[in-house]
T-cell receptor, first 113, second 113 residues
């Protein structure tokens, strides 16, 4: 499968714990995006990378959230000291620069208890 | 059948009928628009896109119409099939601004046999 993959698909954690999600984009894509989606809503932009550089972060991305793309390939999104309000689907997408169309992965469903 | 997206989030149509899903976008500077289909538990799937220098684009069984004057997008699905049942989102972006997507609320399409 050459699409965008995300791991894990589901994560249940207790409030206060740290979690980390991984995204593997389509191999030739140099842009990688993270979005968050809550039930019944459209995805909301969190941050994006062009190669290994993080070029923009939404104000939704509090200081408990950090994302990396160290080698310009896969990316990780870490949430520290999780809160119940962090429960959501975390989606990753990738695209080519100038290509427009973003391809989404299946998402990681986070539940904070 | 026809919906106004934000005001009527559920659209029910009979199998074989045409569906029209509407979306009002927010940023008059947006120059690239995408329709995504999202099935339960999955990431958004690209359907069709359109750039602001066009007012109509056709794909296989789908057509997107863009009216920049009133900031309105529509997605027409011909001969709707049960497999078309999903939530449909429109998304807007500035192609030169990193391409981060801003999604609308979404419309649930239900196809009745």
């Amino acid at each position: 499968d050459t699409g965008v993959s995300q791991n894990p698909r589901h994560k249940i954690t207790k409030r206060g714990q740290n979690v980390t999600f991984r995204c593997d984009p389509i191999s030739e894509h140099n842009r990688l995006y993270w979005y968050r989606q809550t039930l019944g809503q459209g995805p909301e932009f969190l941050t994006y990378f062009q190669n290994e550089a993080q070029l923009e972060k939404s104000r939704l991305l509090s200081d408990r959230f950090s994302a990396e793309r160290p080698k310009g390939s896969f990316s990780t999104l870490e949430i520290q000291r999780t809160e119940q309000g962090d429960s959501a689907m975390y989606l990753c997408a990738s695209s080519l620069v100038g290509g427009g169309e973003q391809y989404f992965g299946p998402g990681t469903r986070l539940t904070v208890t | 059948g026809e919906s106004v997206g934000l005001h009527l989030p559920t659209l029910s149509v009979q199998e074989g009928d045409n569906s029209i899903i509407n979306c009002a976008y927010s940023n008059s500077a947006s120059d690239y628009f995408i329709w995504y289909k999202q099935e339960s538990g999955k990431g958004p799937q690209f359907i069709i896109d359109i750039r602001s220098n066009m007012d109509k684009r056709q794909g296989q069984r789908v057509t997107v119409l863009l009216n920049k004057t009133v900031k309105h997008l529509s997605l027409q699905i011909a001969a709707t099939q049960p497999g078309d049942s999903a939530v449909y989102f429109c998304a807007e972006t500035l192609a030169g601004g990193g391409n981060k997507l801003t999604f609308g609320t979404g419309t649930q399409l239900k196809v009745e046999l």
